[in-house]
C-alpha cells in the first residue's frame, strides 16, 4: 500500500480537498520517512517538528471548515539551507552563520507558506551553495539514496535526495551551474531551472545578472509546476522580476499549472551529446544515445544540433566568479579560516580577473545568448544529458578528469548546465532511467525564451510517454537498503569542506 508520504503533490493536494487526506496525517507519514532514512543520507538538517505539526493542525482546520485553500495547502516544503525561513535554522552551510535563526522568511519561502505550504524543514547544501557536491563543516556530507557513498550532486543536492526517498513531497533549490539540474540528474528526480526573475529572489548581490535563480523540485513535472505556480511572482525588490503568466511562447500562454498539453508530433527536436564543448564521460554518452531514439520517434523531426558555445566556459567562469567576489570578499578577508576552498578559490580567482577580462566575458555571453535564439528559431526543444559524469564518491571534491581527460577548473564537469545558464533560457532535467553503473541518469530538455510552461509541458509529454518503459522511467532508490544502512555520519571525511 502507498504511504501518504509517496503520494504525488499533486495526488495529496487533491486528497486534501477533498478532506479524504488530513495534512496532519500526511506531515506525520513524511516525519516518520525522516526518521527511517535519513540517517542513511543526511538529507534534512533542520527540523522544527512541533512548528510544523501546529501548521498541520490549523490547515485541517482550515479544510474541515470549508474555507478556499491555496495551491499547496497542507503539503510538506522542504527549503534549501540558503534561502531564509523565520525562526528555523538557516546556517547557508557556513560556520559563519552555524546558528543563525532568521526572524523571518526569504520572499520565495513566504510566496510558499501563504499558498498553503508547511515546512518540513531544512535540506542540505554545500558552503554558499559552492560547488555541486553537497557537504559543508556545519551538516556534513549528504549522500547519493542509491548509494550512499556516492554524492548527490548540488548544491540542492538535500533537496533531491529529500524528493527520490519521500521525506517531502516537494522541495525548493537553487541554480546557477546546475544546482537544481544536477542533484536531479544524480537522484532521480525532477529540477526545473526556470527563465530568471520568474521566481523572484530580493537578495542576490548581483540583482541584474541572470546567473542564479529559484526554482521547483519534485518527483514528477505536474508536482513541479503546481510548485512553480506558487513561487512565480512579480517583486520589485528583483531587478529581474517580471511576469510571464500572459505571454504566447510558442502559441502556449504561461500557465504553469496544471501543465500546457504540448503535441510533440508538431515539434522540431534537436540533440547534443555535448554542445560540442563540454567534456562527456563515456557512460554518460551511452546512456543519452539510448534515449534519443526514443525520444526523436515522437517529434515531427529530429535532427543532431546545437548552438555555438565557444568561449562559455571562459565566459561563465568570469562572470560566476564576480558574483563570488561581490557576496563573499570581506568574509574571505576578515575569517579566512571559516570559508571554504570553492568560496576561497571564486574570490581569489575573481580578484585576478580585469574589468577587460569581465566586458570579454559579458560579451561572448550575449554571442552565445544570440546565438541560441537563431538555434531556436530553426527547432523548438533541445535535449541534452543533465551532467557529464555518473555519481562520483562524495569525498572527491569535484572531478578533476573525465574519462582520463583533466577538467580546466573545479565548475567544468558542470558544463551542460552553465551553457544554458549564460543565455537564460529555461531547462528542466528529467529522469530517464539508469546509466550503465546501476545510477540515474538525468535528460537536460532546454526551450526557447520566456518558454517556462512550453517546456514544463515538453517534459510532462515525455514523462508521460516513458512511463511505462522500465527502461526509461523514474528510477526509484531502496528504501529498506537506506532504512538498514549505517548512518552517513559515521563515515570517513563526513564532516568538513573537503
Not at 557537504?135 to 556530507?141: E, Y
Not at 529572489?201 to 510548485?227: C, F, T
Not at 505571454?247 to 496544471?258: D, I, M, Q
Not at 562524495?394 to 544554458?420: F, N
Request: proline residues 7%; negative net charge.
Amino acid at each position: 500500500m502507498t504511504e501518504a508520504c509517496d503520494l504525488s503533490a499533486v495526488a495529496a493536494r487533491r486528497l486534501i480537498g477533498r478532506k479524504a487526506l488530513s495534512p496532519v496525517e500526511l506531515l506525520e507519514s513524511c516525519l516518520a520517512r525522516i526518521e527511517a532514512v535519513n540517517p542513511a543520507v543526511n538529507a534534512m538538517v533542520a527540523m522544527d517538528v512541533p512548528a510544523a505539526q501546529a501548521a498541520a493542525r490549523q490547515a485541517e482546520v482550515a479544510v474541515m471548515r470549508g474555507d478556499d485553500l491555496g495551491l499547496l495547502h497542507g503539503l510538506p516544503v522542504g527549503i534549501k539551507d540558503l534561502e531564509e525561513t523565520a525562526g528555523l535554522r538557516t546556517t547557508y552551510g557556513s560556520p559563519i552563520f552555524a546558528d543563525q535563526v532568521p526572524a523571518q522568511d526569504c520572499g520565495m519561502v513566504a510566496n510558499l507558506r501563504r499558498a498553503g505550504a508547511i515546512v518540513i524543514g531544512k535540506t542540505n547544501t554545500p558552503e554558499f551553495g559552492a560547488g555541486a557536491n553537497t557537504r559543508n563543516a556545519v551538516h556534513g556530507a549528504t549522500g547519493n539514496p542509491f548509494d550512499p557513498r556516492l554524492s548527490a550532486a548540488g548544491s540542492s543536492g538535500g533537496s533531491a535526495v529529500a524528493l527520490a526517498t519521500g521525506m517531502a513531497p516537494l522541495c525548493s533549490g537553487s541554480d546557477m551551474g546546475g544546482s537544481l539540474r544536477n542533484p536531479a540528474a544524480f537522484c532521480g528526480i525532477l529540477g526545473f531551472r526556470p527563465s530568471g526573475g520568474l521566481v523572484p529572489s530580493e537578495k542576490r548581490p548581483h540583482g541584474w545578472s541572470n546567473l542564479g535563480v529559484l526554482g521547483p523540485m519534485a518527483r514528477d513535472v505536474p508536482d513541479a509546476a503546481l510548485m512553480l505556480a506558487a513561487m512565480a511572482s512579480d517583486d520589485a525588490r528583483d531587478p529581474l522580476a517580471y511576469t510571464l503568466h500572459a505571454r504566447p511562447v510558442r502559441g502556449e500562454p504561461a500557465l504553469f499549472h496544471p501543465v500546457r498539453q504540448i503535441d510533440l508530433a508538431s515539434l522540431r527536436l534537436a540533440w547534443s551529446e555535448d554542445f560540442g564543448e563540454a567534456p562527456v564521460e563515456g557512460v554518460v554518452r551511452e546512456a543519452f544515445r539510448r534515449v534519443v531514439p526514443a525520444a526523436a520517434r515522437l517529434f515531427r523531426e529530429g535532427v543532431a544540433a546545437h548552438p555555438d558555445c565557444r568561449g562559455a566556459d571562459e565566459a561563465f567562469q568570469v562572470l560566476r566568479a564576480g558574483v563570488f567576489l561581490g557576496a563573499h570578499l570581506e568574509k574571505v578577508r576578515t575569517r579566512p579560516a571559516d570559508v571554504g576552498p570553492n568560496v576561497r578559490v571564486n574570490v581569489e580567482e575573481g580578484l585576478g580577473y580585469s574589468l577587460e577580462d569581465h566586458a570579454r566575458a559579458a560579451s561572448a555571453q550575449t554571442r552565445i545568448y544570440r546565438g541560441f535564439q537563431d538555434f531556436f528559431a530553426r527547432h523548438d526543444v533541445l535535449i541534452t544529458p543533465a551532467i557529464t559524469v555518473s555519481p562520483r564518491d562524495w569525498r572527491e571534491l569535484y572531478p578533476a578528469e573525465i574519462d582520463g581527460q583533466p577538467t580546466r577548473s573545479y565548475v567544468h564537469w558542470l558544463a551542460l548546465a552553465y551553457y544554458v545558464t549564460l543565455t537564460g533560457h529555461p531547462a528542466v532535467c528529467l529522469p530517464v532511467g539508469r546509466d550503465a553503473r546501476g545510477m540515474p541518469f538525468g535528460l537536460q530538455i532546454v526551450g526557447p525564451r520566456g518558454g517556462d510552461a512550453f517546456v514544463l509541458g515538453v517534459a510532462a509529454a515525455l514523462e508521460e510517454a516513458f512511463a511505462a518503459d522500465p527502461a526509461l522511467a523514474r528510477p526509484v532508490p531502496d528504501l529498506a537498503a537506506l532504512r538498514a544502512a549505517a548512518p552517513i555520519r559515521g563515515m570517513e571525511g563526513f564532516l568538513g569542506f573537503d
